[in-house]
């Protein structure tokens, strides 16, 4: 009952992958966010995990690892 999920937002920066990540810009990404799940919203509400922040705290940009990639 004490967990407060933290929303950060974030913009694709252009399409595919670069270094295996997917590139972001206009992050509010924050300290702690590494390693959290990233979800995308669908076309009927629903929330699909897409990647996990890994990194880009109190920078502009960040990166995002697919969820393909992770093992």
């Known amino acids: 009952t004490d967990i407060h999920p ?3 937002e974030a913009k694709v920066a252009r ?3 670069e270094n295996g990540c997917i590139l972001t810009t206009a ?3 924050e300290h702690g966010n590494s390693g959290g799940p ?3 919203t669908a076309s009927d509400g629903r ?3 897409v990647g996990v922040v890994s990194a880009g705290a109190g920078r502009s940009t960040g990166m995002v690892v697919p969820i393909a990639s992770v093992r």
Request: hydrophobic share 60%; aromatic share 20%; proline share 0%.
């Open 38 to 40: 990233v979800f995308a």
């Open 47 to 49: 929330l699909i995990v």
């Open 15 to 17: 399409e595919g992958l």
């Open 6 to 8: 933290i929303y950060s």
């Open 27 to 29: 992050t509010t990404f």
